[in-house]
């Protein structure tokens, strides 16, 4: 097979390398400094045909390798920064890996110094690494307390949502994410940057969101998106002020109409829309108008053939098919990725109410109230929509009477009046009784003032 038969990343770096960055808080290189160097230390010819585990402790090094991997290994498994060590030998094992590359080989001296390279800041390569094979890329799901599932995809499918989509007129983009790029959410911003012609400034868990925001100002960010959680947090500490990106897009959670008229007050001159996306179904479509949910014409036959996706309801779960999608489950009790029909049931709830489908949250998120079944997202999008409240956390407590009730707690927003917070509560219990069944109305609400979010960047999730 010769290189140009190949979809590898190296080969769609695109134009103007020179000039397009990926940076951290640290480093700032060029991408034509990369397709001229080796963060491998020239040993990428070692890893032709091998199985990789790519796990280094920041995202520069990680963007890195990908580049330098993709194409020359037979398959790439990104570990995120979050995965339980617990967890580590089930997923080496179930994806067959042989060689891994790191920048903490320590951890990984079982290997043996033949199948561990160590990865660093690129250097001259005497000859690049030509590409010979279309690399499988796998990744790991999140938001379970289990070993993850492992998610085979491929480049091509990865850049489906990529390839073929015009950037708006302008000086070339300048891409950030909330998320880490080992993770799919943040893999599709990092890959738009990389393949679509755009720079990339990377995020960093240590570093404080006011430091994170005054680096994406110097870099001159114009495009940036994360889950409504990443966003909420921003509102709420004030960094935002001064920011001025042209494009602000929403994934990973469902995006109330709360937080869209937020982003939409925060920045008036910007695009603001959210996307539908996840590990095993791929980029599924976005929504621009400024509302929540998607209209119901998404999902009428043939409507998808543009996009080439496909879209269904069954039994209030959405359902996806397209080549966007995950290929596979890998590893040794890996269960099918899809329906007879090609479709990935995303187990995402949604409800058609009028010409428009609405999320209601996860199928495997439903809290017990009683003995009966509610989605904790549908109260918090009432809650949310009180014009003193920047998020909330809806989730069940036992009660001896009933079994179980409604609590949520609440973060107000920075101008809310303290000394109001009785006239809030009596507020925002009144909005839930008038648009909520009564089992799903909050028995007891506590104001916080923070929410913890998980390294993924969503709602973290507890019951009491």
């Known amino acids: 097979m010769s290189p140009r038969e190949v979809f590898a990343l190296r080969d769609h770096l695109g134009a103007g390398l020179t000039e397009r960055t990926i940076s951290d808080p640290r480093q700032l290189l060029s991408l034509g400094e990369l397709a001229a160097r080796s963060c491998i230390g020239g040993r990428g010819g070692e890893l032709d045909g091998r199985a990789?585990?790519?796990?280094?402790?920041?995202?520069?090094?990680?963007?890195?390798?990908?580049?330098?991997?993709?194409?020359?290994?037979?398959?790439?498994?990104?570990?995120?920064?979050?995965?339980?060590?617990?967890?580590?030998?089930?997923?080496?094992?179930?994806?067959?890996?042989?060689?891994?590359?790191?920048?903490?080989?320590?951890?990984?001296?079982?290997?043996?110094?033949?199948?561990?390279?160590?990865?660093?800041?690129?250097?001259?390569?005497?000859?690049?690494?030509?590409?010979?094979?279309?690399?499988?890329?796998?990744?790991?799901?999140?938001?379970?307390?289990?070993?993850?599932?492992?998610?085979g995809h491929t480049l091509e499918g990865l850049c489906g949502a990529i390839i073929g989509d015009s950037p708006a007129p302008g000086a070339t983009p300048v891409w950030a994410t909330f998320y880490d790029i080992r993770r799919y959410g943040g893999l599709q911003i990092f890959l738009?940057?990389?393949?679509?012609?755009?720079?990339?400034?990377?995020?960093?868990?240590?570093?404080?969101?006011?430091?994170?925001?005054?680096?994406?100002?110097?870099?001159?960010?114009t495009h940036i998106s994360g889950t409504p959680s990443h966003w909420r947090k921003l509102l709420m500490s004030g960094a935002a002020k001064d920011f001025a990106?042209?494009?602000?897009?929403?994934?990973?959670?469902?995006?109330?109409?709360?937080?869209?008229?937020?982003?939409?007050?925060?920045?008036?001159?910007?695009?603001?829309?959210?996307?539908?996306?996840?590990?095993?179904?791929?980029?599924?479509?976005?929504?621009?108008?400024?509302?929540?949910?998607?209209?119901?014409?998404?999902?009428?036959?043939?409507?998808?053939?543009?996009?080439?996706?496909?879209?269904?309801?069954?039994?209030?779960?959405?359902?996806?098919?397209?080549?966007?999608?995950?290929?596979?489950?890998?590893?040794?009790?890996?269960?099918?990725?899809?329906?007879?029909?090609?479709?990935?049931?995303?187990?995402?709830?949604?409800?058609?109410?009028?010409?428009?489908?609405?999320?209601?949250?996860?199928?495997?998120?439903?809290?017990n109230v009683g003995g009966l079944k509610v989605h904790p997202e549908e109260i918090e999008a009432v809650i949310n929509r009180h014009p003193e409240v920047r998020m909330s956390r809806a989730k069940s407590r036992k009660s001896p009477i009933t079994g179980g009730i409604v609590v949520a707690d609440v973060v107000l927003t920075e101008e809310s009046d303290a000394s109001r917070a009785a006239g809030i509560r009596d507020e925002i219990v009144a909005a839930c009784r008038e648009s909520l069944a009564p089992h799903k109305v909050p028995a007891m609400i506590r104001f916080v003032p923070a929410l913890d979010v998980t390294p993924a960047g969503k709602l973290a999730r507890t019951d009491a």
């Open 52 to 151: 990789v585990l790519l796990a280094t402790s920041g995202q520069l090094l990680a963007g890195l390798a990908m580049i330098e991997i993709d194409g020359v290994a037979s398959r790439m498994l990104l570990c995120p920064p979050d995965l339980n060590p617990e967890h580590l030998a089930s997923v080496i094992a179930d994806a067959e890996i042989d060689t891994v590359v790191t920048d903490q080989p320590e951890r990984f001296a079982e290997f043996g110094s033949d199948r561990v390279l160590t990865v660093g800041l690129p250097q001259p390569a005497d000859s690049p690494v030509q590409s010979t094979r279309a690399t499988e890329w796998l990744m790991l799901t999140s938001g379970t307390s289990g070993v993850p599932k492992i998610v």
């Open 245 to 367: 990106p042209r494009y602000v897009r929403l994934s990973g959670e469902i995006a109330d109409q709360a937080v869209l008229d937020a982003l939409a007050q925060a920045f008036p001159h910007a695009s603001i829309g959210h996307a539908y996306a996840s590990t095993e179904a791929g980029v599924g479509f976005a929504v621009n108008d400024g509302r929540e949910g998607f209209p119901a014409s998404f999902v009428d036959e043939g409507a998808g053939q543009a996009r080439g996706v496909d879209m269904k309801v069954v039994d209030g779960s959405l359902r996806i098919r397209s080549k966007r999608a995950a290929h596979a489950y890998i590893g040794r009790n890996a269960a099918e990725l899809t329906d007879a029909d090609g479709f990935v049931d995303t187990g995402d709830m949604v409800e058609l109410r009028g010409n428009r489908y609405y999320f209601v949250g996860r199928r495997n998120g439903i809290i």
């Open 192 to 221: 738009r940057a990389i393949v679509g012609g755009g720079s990339m400034v990377l995020s960093d868990p240590d570093e404080a969101l006011s430091d994170h925001v005054a680096r994406l100002k110097a870099r001159g960010v």
